[in-house]
C-alpha cells in the first residue's frame, strides 16, 4: 500500500469509522458477507479524465488504489493535456497494466469533458461505471458499499449519494473548519421512479444534483441514452447527462458519503465563474433541455411549468449581468407574475449556498452548523407545498409588487 492510499485508511474520520454502522450498510446486515462470498462480483470501470491536472490527479488514482472492493479497472482519459499528467497517466498504466489503461483523443486533442467521458465508457469492459473526477478523491469503501446496493435493487440504473466539499486538503487550519457534508436534500436511502427526480433535483428543481463521483452506474444504461452530450464541452455537462437518467431510470439515493469534491480556484466551476459564463451557459443548458424534453414527448404541464420559470430566471440573470437593465426588468415582471414560486425558490437556493460556501456557520461549532444544513435543506417543511399549489401560494406575495414596479 503506498503512502497515499494509507492516508485514505488510517487519517480519515469518514473513510475510518466516522460513519454510522446505519449509514455503512444502507442495504442490510448481510451486506459484507454477499460481497465476500459472491465469487460473481461485477467488474467496476473506473474512468478519470483529465486535462492538465498534474496538481491532483495521483491522489485521486491513489484513492481508487485504496478500495476496499478490489474487481476495478481504471481508464486514464487524457483530453489533450500539456502540463505533465499525461506523464502520470501513462506511467500508472505502465505499472499496473493488468488494472490501468491510458486513451487520449487521436491527436491527443482536447475535445471537451462530454466526449472524452464517452471515450472512456466506449473502452470500458466493465458492466458497471464509476465516474471520479481528476480533482476529488473517494473514500475507501466507496465502490464496495454502491456495488451492494446495485446487486440488491437489480432494477436501479444509479446510484448516488452524499458528497463533503473539501477545503481541508489545503492543509490550512482554517480551511479545516470549512468542510462540510451536504446529501442531495431529497428522501434518503430511497429509490426513485423515474421522472420523479426530474422536478426535484437540479436543473429544474432546488435540490443539488448528485456529483459525478459520488455515482456508480450500469454501462448498459448509459450505452442507452446516448452517453454525455457532446455539445457541453465543460460546465453543465453532467447536468446535461443526470436529465436522461432521470427521466428514464430507477435511481437509488443514499445519505451515506462516498467522495470528497475538492474545492480550489482552477476548476471548471471555478474558472467559467471569473470568466462570468456561468449564467449564458446556464441558459444554454435550459435551451437545450427544453428541446430534448420535446424530442422525448415529455408532456408533465409541472415539468413544463419549471422549465417556463427557470428560463426566466437565467435570462434576468443574464441581462444583469450584462446591465441590460430594461430587458432584465422586463423579464423579471415575467418572473415575479407568472412564476413565483420558481423565483421564491431559486432565491432561497442562492441565499443557502452564499451561507454553506462561506463557513461562518461551521466555524460556530460542529452541532449547529449541522442544524443549520438540516435547516437549509430543500427538504425542510416549506418544501411540502403540492407542486401544483406552489404558484398560487406565493403569486398573492408578489402581486403587490409585480404592480408597483410598473409604475
Known amino acids: 500500500m503506498t503512502e497515499l492510499s494509507q492516508h485514505f485508511s488510517q487519517n480519515d474520520p469518514l473513510a475510518s469509522g466516522g460513519l454510522s454502522d446505519a449509514a455503512r450498510n444502507p442495504v442490510g446486515a448481510d451486506r459484507e458477507q454477499r460481497i465476500e462470498g459472491n465469487t460473481g462480483e461485477p467488474l467496476v470501470s473506473c474512468i478519470i479524465i483529465f486535462l492538465d491536472a498534474k496538481r491532483f490527479i495521483q491522489e485521486a488514482i491513489e484513492s481508487i488504489f485504496a478500495q476496499s472492493y478490489e474487481n476495478w479497472e481504471l481508464l486514464l482519459v487524457d483530453d489533450g493535456s500539456t502540463d505533465g499528467s499525461t506523464d502520470i497517466a501513462r506511467r500508472y498504466a505502465q505499472q499496473h497494466p493488468e488494472k490501468v489503461r491510458y486513451l487520449e483523443h487521436p491527436g491527443h486533442q482536447n475535445r471537451g469533458m462530454s466526449?472524452?467521458?464517452?471515450?472512456?465508457?466506449?473502452?470500458?469492459?466493465?458492466?458497471?461505471?464509476?465516474?471520479?473526477?481528476?480533482?476529488?478523491v473517494w473514500l475507501p469503501r466507496k465502490l464496495e458499499e454502491q456495488v451492494a446496493i446495485l446487486g440488491s435493487h437489480p432494477e436501479v440504473g444509479m446510484v448516488c449519494g452524499a458528497r463533503q466539499h473539501w477545503y481541508s486538503w489545503t492543509g490550512d487550519h482554517q480551511d479545516a473548519q470549512r468542510d462540510f457534508v451536504i446529501g442531495l436534500g431529497t428522501q434518503a436511502d430511497f429509490l426513485f421512479e423515474p421522472p420523479a427526480l426530474l422536478s426535484l433535483l437540479h436543473p429544474l428543481g432546488i435540490v443539488s444534483s448528485p456529483h459525478t463521483s459520488s455515482l456508480l452506474l450500469r454501462r448498459e444504461i448509459v450505452e442507452r441514452l446516448g452517453g454525455y452530450e457532446e455539445k457541453f464541452r465543460g460546465i453543465h455537462e453532467d447536468q446535461a447527462f443526470l436529465v436522461k437518467v432521470y427521466l428514464k431510470e430507477p435511481v437509488y439515493v443514499s445519505s451515506v458519503c462516498w467522495n470528497r469534491y475538492r474545492q480550489h480556484s482552477t476548476s471548471c466551476f471555478a474558472i467559467t465563474r471569473k470568466t462570468g459564463k456561468v449564467r449564458c451557459e446556464w441558459l444554454v443548458l435550459l435551451d437545450w433541455l427544453e428541446e430534448y424534453l420535446s424530442e422525448q414527448g415529455v408532456e408533465d404541464p409541472e415539468v413544463w411549468e419549471l422549465l417556463r420559470g427557470h428560463q426566466v430566471f437565467a435570462r434576468v440573470r443574464v441581462h444583469t449581468q450584462k446591465r441590460e437593465w430594461k430587458q432584465a426588468k422586463g423579464w423579471a415582471l415575467v418572473l415575479v407574475r407568472h412564476h413565483p414560486w420558481v423565483f421564491f425558490r431559486r432565491l432561497f437556493e442562492m441565499i443557502r449556498w452564499t451561507i454553506l460556501y462561506t463557513g461562518v456557520f461551521?466555524?460556530?461549532?460542529?452541532?449547529?452548523?449541522?442544524?443549520?444544513?438540516?435547516?437549509?435543506?430543500?427538504?425542510?417543511?416549506?418544501?411540502?407545498?403540492?407542486?401544483?399549489?406552489?404558484?398560487?401560494?406565493?403569486?398573492t406575495k408578489f402581486k403587490s409588487l409585480a404592480r408597483r414596479q410598473e409604475l
Do not use: C, Y
Not at 115 to 136: E, P, Q, W, Y
Not at 363 to 376: D, H, N, S, T
Open 115 to 136: 466526449a472524452t467521458r464517452n471515450l472512456g465508457v466506449s473502452h470500458a469492459k466493465g458492466d458497471v461505471i464509476a465516474f471520479l473526477d481528476a480533482d476529488d
Open 362 to 395: 461551521q466555524r460556530m461549532g460542529p452541532k449547529f452548523g449541522a442544524w443549520l444544513v438540516r435547516e437549509l435543506s430543500p427538504a425542510a417543511k416549506w418544501r411540502k407545498i403540492p407542486n401544483k399549489g406552489r404558484n398560487a401560494h406565493f403569486a
